[in-house]
């Protein structure tokens, strides 16, 4: 099988045009048939988008072709192989805590190779947790234990479930993942375009079968199980956890794939002496467009085309003062939605469905920050820095869950907002207008004032006096990381597996995904003495 990269055909060409390029590229040489390995656009020039594909063709004579011409290759075996099996009988159980894409990946992997993991999750079952977290977006009610950041899914559950990552991935790990996700129900599209999605909606039936999966062999998931400490010998291996009430279960491999919100745990495991330090993460609010302005500015005249769908964008700023504004987590044709996690503070993020057709696109405006010069003092420092400010935007959206809201004319202008304009906010319980400079650092709030006209000049109509802007946008990624060796294992708690984007090996669910089976084969390994880590 054949690669071939970089067929570029017109947005609107016939189906029949892919077959000439092929048959064009491989000088005029008879293929078998081919399939689309890749589909993206460029619309650099929206009146000129061209689609871009990757395609692999099967051809005789593969040999020859590929002497011929240096531009084409053989295509990657990207098959997933187990690295171990757990043998018959074997009666000893890894632990995997957390069931966001990391937990959920890693006791998949687990349990597909005999290993039948036990999984705990504090939250509960998902349809119960999303009328847990509706509560929050109708009712102003916060379940602490129940909501956009903890529960069955983990915290991409509710989200624009983007699948796309700029990882390395040599093992090919993040096509298992989206071959899981097909089997589980996710659009088989993901498997080609270059930048899926799926939605919330599919997401939570997706989760489920992912669960029934893993029951089916043999894995065990208890809900309403919150770990609240480690069970350590003399030489700091980990025996077992310890669960909320007392409960204790052993195990001698625990994947700690915990997601970027759980405080209480990252305390816990300072407090057991776990080699932990602060990480740099970004803060910022989320701006609301209509997506008609989006799509207008970025496809010309084929916005709306039913192949390009809702347009997004990427934006970057270098600020004077140091700082890089960028865009975090763009949702088109989504809703902002009540992130928070804690009783009195406040968070933002995004969420869309698979059809994206809601009025506004979204997304994160955050600035970076960094852990000796913004929240020097420990690993936790930066969890009490997150936490100031999400006590701010509450205070400021009222103390009711509202979130503070102003339009992007007055933050420019440096004036509280009183009322909003043309673009409705999409945030639920509801916002209040009011000064954003309030809850965010003078330096963030420089940053982004001088970032806004910049990104106007790339996206005209981005600094629109009536967008938007809710805050604050704070859980951006883990504010700790928590270091492992090659083996995947803690640097100092044998036994213990950081994992995925708590640990700070993840940003995103693809890449919490593909972290997740990487720790799963470290587990598999070293419970058969089968060798180091690919
Ligand atoms: P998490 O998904 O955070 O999962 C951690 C799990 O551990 C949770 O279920 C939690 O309840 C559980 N847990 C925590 N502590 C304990 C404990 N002590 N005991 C037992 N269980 C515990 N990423 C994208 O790539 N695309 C998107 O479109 C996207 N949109 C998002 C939208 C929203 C609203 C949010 C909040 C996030 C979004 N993200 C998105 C980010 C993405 O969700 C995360 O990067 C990803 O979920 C991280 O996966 P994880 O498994 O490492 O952690």
Redesign the pocket.
């Known amino acids: 099988m054949l690669r071939l990269t970089e067929i570029r055909l017109p947005l609107d060409h016939p189906p029949e045009a892919l077959d000439a390029a092929v048959r064009a590229r491989l000088g005029g040489a008879a293929h078998q048939g081919f399939t689309i390995f890749r589909r993206g656009y460029d619309a650099r020039n929206p009146k000129r988008i061209m689609l871009a594909y990757t395609l692999d063709v099967e051809v005789e004579g593969e040999a020859a072709l590929l002497a011929r011409d240096a531009t084409l290759r053989v295509a990657p075996d990207t098959a997933y192989r187990f690295v171990a099996r757990a043998p018959a009988g074997m009666t000893e159980r890894p632990v995997v805590?957390?069931?966001?894409?990391?937990?959920?990946l890693a006791a998949l992997i687990l349990a597909q190779s005999g290993f039948r993991p036990i999984i705990?999750?504090?939250?509960k079952v998902v349809r119960q947790r999303t009328k847990d977290t509706w509560d929050l977006w109708r009712r102003n009610t916060l379940h602490p234990?129940s909501n956009?950041?903890?529960?069955?899914?983990?915290?991409?559950?509710?989200?624009?479930?983007?699948?796309?990552?700029q990882i390395k991935d040599p093992f090919h790990f993040g096509r298992k993942v989206l071959e899981e996700f097909v089997k589980a129900g996710a659009p088989e599209e993901i498997l080609y375009v270059s930048k899926p999605?799926i939605g919330t909606f599919r997401l939570v039936q997706m989760v489920e079968s992912i669960r029934e999966t893993i029951e089916g062999l043999g894995g065990e998931y208890r809900f309403g199980?919150?770990?609240?400490d480690l069970d350590l010998d003399d030489q700091r291996r980990v025996r077992g956890v310890v669960l909320e009430g007392g409960e204790r279960i052993a195990a001698r491999h625990v994947v700690l794939?915990?997601?970027?919100?759980?405080r209480?745990?990252f305390g816990?495991l300072l407090e057991r002496g776990v080699a932990m330090q602060a990480k740099p993460f970004s803060i910022g609010v989320r701006i609301e467009h209509p997506q008609s302005l989006i799509d207008r500015q970025r496809f010309g005249p084929h916005a709306g085309h039913p192949l390009l769908g809702a347009a997004d964008y990427k934006l970057v700023h270098h600020a004077a003062n140091g700082r890089s504004v960028y865009s975090f987590?763009m949702?088109p044709g989504g809703t902002v939605?009540a992130?928070a996690s804690e009783p009195g503070r406040l968070v933002t993020?995004?969420?869309?469905q698979y059809s994206r057709n809601e009025r506004n696109a979204n997304a994160g405006i955050v600035v970076g920050i960094t852990p000796e010069v913004d929240y020097p003092g420990g690993p936790l420092a930066g969890i009490a820095f997150q936490r100031h400010w999400e006590e701010r935007a509450f205070a400021a959206g009222g103390g009711t869950y509202a979130a503070p809201a102003q339009r992007v004319g007055d933050f420019l202008a440096g004036r509280p907002s009183t009322s909003l304009g043309d673009v409705i906010p999409s945030y639920r319980p509801g916002v209040t207008p009011t000064d954003l400079a309030t809850c965010l650092p003078d330096f963030v709030v420089a940053a982004m004032r001088e970032a806004l006209p910049a990104f106007d000049k790339q996206i005209p109509g981005f600094a629109l006096a009536d967008a938007v802007m809710t805050g604050v946008e704070t859980?951006t990624?883990s504010p700790v990381r928590i270091p492992r060796g090659v083996d995947c294992q803690s640097l100092n708690t044998p036994g213990l597996y950081p994992?995925?984007?708590?640990?700070g090996y993840?940003?995103?669910?693809?890449?919490?995904?593909v972290?997740?089976i990487r720790v799963a084969e470290a587990v598999a390994l070293a419970m058969t003495d089968g060798g180091p880590v690919r």
């Open positions: 805590i957390g069931t966001g894409p990391c937990g959920l705990l999750e504090r939250g234990e956009v950041q903890f529960g069955e899914g983990g915290a991409g559950t509710f989200s624009d479930g983007k699948l796309w990552s999605h199980c919150r770990v609240t794939a915990i997601g970027h919100s759980a209480d745990s816990m987590c949702c939605v992130a993020n995004g969420m869309s859980r990624s994992a995925g984007e708590g640990a993840a940003g995103g669910i693809m890449s919490a995904g972290d997740g």
